[in-house]
Nanobody
Framework: VQLQASGGGLVQVGDSLRLSCAAS????????MAWFRQAPGKEREFVST???????SYADSVKGRFTISRDNAKGTVNLQMNSLKPEDTAVYYC???????????????????WGQGTLVTVSS
């Protein structure tokens, strides 16, 4: 599976941004898809996941502001980010995993494939 993330950019506090991740391969629907992010000098952290069943989960820091969705026909996963804050500034990575379960869905090690990342900068 190859993943290509896009949609990052420079926005102001309170603005919205939509990230997209396009996946190659016909087995997309079998994978759980996730977004992680890594801010400068910090470890990569979980943002959100949508499992193959459609179940979604969010980090507390983005709950209520971000929405993850997937389109199995197109092989894409999107992250709608609203009410952006300076602390949302990071490189955002999409990831795909075949062995994701409830207990590991927020761990980077649960995901087998990673995109190249797209930079989101929220300016105050």
């Amino acid at each position: 599976v190859q993943l290509q993330a896009s949609g990052g950019g420079l926005v102001q506090v309170g603005d919205s941004l939509r990230l997209s991740c396009a996946a190659s391969g016909s087995t997309f629907r079998r994978y759980s898809m996730a977004w992680f992010r890594q801010a400068p000098g910090k470890e990569r952290e979980f943002v959100s996941t949508v499992r193959s069943t459609g179940t979604t989960s969010y980090a507390d820091s983005v709950k209520g502001r971000f929405t993850i969705s997937r389109d199995n026909a197109k092989g894409t996963v999107n992250l709608q980010m609203n009410s952006l804050k300076p602390e949302d500034t990071a490189v955002y990575y999409c990831a795909a995993g075949s062995g994701v379960i409830m207990s590991n869905m927020n761990r980077a090690g649960a995901y087998d494939y990673w995109g190249q990342g797209t930079l989101v900068t929220v300016s105050s």
